[in-house]
C-alpha cells in the first residue's frame, strides 16, 4: 500500500512532464505507471480499513471515512485543480496531486501507528490478568 503511495508521488513530476509534452504515447504510459500505483494502493484499502476499526464500529467507521473523503476530497477535487490551474499553471495542480498523495501516505503511517499501539495494550492487558 506505501509503496503504491510513493509510486504516486514519485510519477507525480513524469505524469505531469508527459502531459504538458502532448506525447499521446507518453501520456498513456505515464498513466499506465500512475495506475499500478494506484492499483496498489486501492486493492488493499478495504482491508486496510477495516483493520483501523474495532469490530463493534467497524460498518460505520469504514463507511463514515469512505463517505466522508469521497465527499471532501472526492466532490472538491476538480474544483480545487481548475482554481489552482488558474493561479499557479500545471505544476501548482502537479504540487496539489503530490500534496494529497502525502497526506495519504500520513494517514497510512498513522493507522498503521495507531494499530500498533492498540495491539501493544492488548497485549500488556492479556498479560495482567
Known amino acids: 500500500m506505501v509503496i503504491g503511495v510513493v509510486l504516486s508521488i514519485v510519477v507525480t513530476i513524469p505524469y505531469f512532464l508527459a502531459i504538458l509534452s502532448g506525447d499521446i504515447w507518453l501520456v498513456g504510459l505515464a498513466q499506465v505507471v500512475l495506475i499500478v500505483g494506484a492499483a496498489g494502493y486501492y ?17 460505520t467507521g469504514v463507511a463514515l471515512a469512505n463517505g466522508i473523503c469521497a ?15 488558474g493561479v499557479a499553471g500545471p505544476w501548482g495542480v502537479a504540487a496539489f496531486f503530490a500534496l494529497l498523495s502525502v497526506l495519504t501516505l500520513v494517514g497510512i503511517v498513522g493507522i498503521v501507528g495507531m494499530r500498533r499501539v492498540r495491539r501493544a495494550a492488548q497485549v500488556g492487558s492479556e498479560v495482567t490478568a
Not at 43 to 59: T, W
Open 43 to 59: 486493492a488493499m484499502l478495504a482491508s486496510f480499513l477495516s483493520e483501523a476499526f474495532a469490530p463493534n464500529v467497524r460498518y
Open 71 to 85: 465527499m471532501i476530497i472526492g466532490g472538491s477535487t476538480p474544483l480545487i485543480a481548475q482554481a489552482i490551474l
